[in-house]
Structures are given as structure tokens and as C-alpha cells.
């Protein structure tokens, strides 16, 4: 069965750290890109952070850049998301998502065949 789950939100307080975890089965994460997106009500979901599992690239949006690290455990079939000095505009729901690499993309594509995990809540506070 083919399936993603997020784990890791909190509360916290700004300039706090915290780490997302989003286990994966079913697939291979050599053979897929896997992506961090955060989606606030209101707002369209946003890629915070990927990795194209085939070729090893990895993006970062760059409001996280040097804040937040992607990872990931093969042996574990997990993918972090390490979230270090957070910020109040670092709240959102942060959804774990799979999809096989498209020719010239990082992340996967928001599409109908995508893979979502349910989300998981991450709340920061001044």
C-alpha cells in the first residue's frame, strides 16, 4: 500500500527548532521526489522543501533557506524536515507529497496522481 505520514508539528515558540518526520511505503525514495509543502488557510499550498530522489537535488524556498535542512533515511524509508530558528510565518499545516521525477523539476507536481500524507500542524509563536 502506497503511503505517507506525517509526523513531528507542534507548538513552539519563535526561534525554536523542530523536527518533521513523513514515512513512507509502498515506493522507493531512490525513484521519487519527495517534497515538503505548507499550505496557511487562505493561502495556495507552497514547496518548502524537495528532493528528487533520482537525481539527489534538493530545493528550498527561499524564506527557509539556511533555517530549514531536508533529509532523508533510506533504511528507514523516511524523509525530515529539520526547522531550525522558526518563525511566526512558518505556521501552516506541512504536508508531506511524492510523485516520480518530472524532467526538470525538484518537487513533485501538484497533480491529480500525486502522493499526499494528511499534514501535520506546526504553530509558532512570538
Known amino acids: 500500500q502506497v503511503q505517507l505520514v506525517e509526523s513531528g508539528g507542534g507548538s513552539v515558540q519563535q526561534g525554536d527548532s523542530l523536527r518533521l518526520s513523513c514515512v513512507v511505503s509502498g515506493f522507493n525514495l531512490d525513484e521519487w521526489a519527495i517534497g515538503w509543502f505548507r499550505q496557511v488557510p487562505g493561502k495556495e499550498r507552497e514547496e518548502v522543501s524537495c528532493?528528487?530522489?533520482?537525481?539527489?537535488?534538493?530545493y528550498y524556498v527561499d524564506s527557509v533557506k539556511d533555517r530549514f535542512t531536508i533529509s532523508t533515511d533510506k533504511a528507514e524509508n523516511t524523509i525530515y524536515l529539520k526547522m531550525s530558528s522558526l518563525k511566526t510565518e512558518d505556521t501552516a499545516v506541512y504536508y508531506c507529497?511524492?510523485?516520480?521525477?518530472?524532467?526538470?523539476?525538484?518537487?513533485?507536481?501538484?497533480?491529480?496522481?500525486?502522493?499526499w500524507g494528511r499534514g501535520t500542524q506546526v504553530t509558532v509563536s512570538s
Open positions: 507529497a511524492a510523485h516520480p521525477p518530472l524532467r526538470g523539476r525538484v518537487c513533485p507536481p501538484v497533480l491529480s496522481r500525486t502522493l
Open positions: 528532493i528528487n530522489g533520482r537525481d539527489g537535488r534538493i
